[in-house]
């Protein structure tokens, strides 16, 4: 990157940041603040980058960003698309295709994810990438930031890696592989004619799995709005919640959360769970 780009990108940032309110992203403003908006600190802290790393790009210097870590400043500075796709031109970066890991997240889903802080809760696309979770959901679900390309999709893992099932009980798995599926065809359905992304996933699994491939011969079609899920968790045992769904408005992500069902003990093992924290996560999460 040339001195001028590096020093437009840090320009853009410190505008950015500046511009938002602690409040805004869930952060407790405090009596005494000597900047407008976020300081750098909390910026990095948002972006899960450090205070060094990120002091460094706003004064121009430093290494290239990499796409992940541009997709999490977007995202802690709740960039819109377009200054999410300038912040990447800036960084000499291309622009994320849609459903990928560095998909933009609408604000106001951000906005919301963060306020929802008492349960575990993510933001996906149509085709099951995983964009965003709290740290509840992290806690309960493991990290997806390790998984990329093809395997980010959780339904390309639920078909062609056993271990994606690990934590559901048995008789679970079957039900769960046909509201996949089924959603999946909905997802297709709803993308225009052809779509490059969601036909190849579809052929992978065709090719991959012969279960997918049994269960997509079906033609069912249902949208995942509300579901049943039991969790069984390493730490804190087996979890009894209710999947809900809020989606945008062309389909293409989803706000997931989870909360307790009526009559279990899963309140007290969220509430467990809140403490645990993710240390006693498995490495891969469920969706």
């Known amino acids: ?88 031109r800036l960084a000499n970066r291309p622009i994320p295709h849609q459903g990928g890991t560095a998909s933009h997240v609408h604000p106001a889903m951000l906005d919301l994810l963060t306020r929802i802080d008492g349960t575990p809760a993510m933001v996906s696309t149509d085709l099951h990438t995983v964009l965003v979770q709290n740290p509840l959901a992290i806690a309960l679900l493991g990290d997806l930031s390790a998984h990329h390309g093809r395997a980010a999709s959780f339904i390309y893992r639920w078909f062609t890696d056993p271990a994606s099932r690990q934590i559901y009980p048995q008789e679970d798995l079957a039900p769960q592989s046909r509201s996949f599926v089924a959603d999946l065809r909905a997802a297709v359905g709803r993308r225009s004619p052809g779509d490059a992304e969601a036909t190849k996933l579809v052929d992978e699994l065709l090719q991959q799995s012969p279960e997918f491939q049994a269960l997509w011969a079906d033609q069912d079609v249902e949208v995942r709005r509300d579901e049943r899920k039991r969790i069984v968790h390493p730490t804190v045992g087996m979890l009894d919640l209710n999947c809900l769904s809020l989606f945008s408005e062309d389909g293409r992500q989803r706000l997931l959360w989870f909360t307790p069902r009526a009559g279990t003990d899963t309140a007290e093992k969220l509430a467990l769970l809140t403490v645990v924290g993710t240390q006693a996560m498995r490495t891969e999460p469920v969706r």
């Open 1 to 88: 990157m040339s001195n001028t780009r590096y020093s437009e990108l840090g320009g853009f940032l410190r505008s950015r940041r500046e511009r938002i309110r602690p409040e805004e992203v869930g952060l407790t403003p405090g009596p005494r603040r000597r900047v407008p908006g976020l300081r750098r600190d909390e910026v990095a802290v948002l972006a899960g980058a450090s205070v060094e790393y990120y002091t460094e790009l706003e004064r121009g210097a430093g290494s290239q960003p990499s796409d992940q870590m541009l997709a999490a400043l977007a995202r802690a500075l709740r960039l819109s698309r377009d200054e999410r796709d300038h912040l990447y």
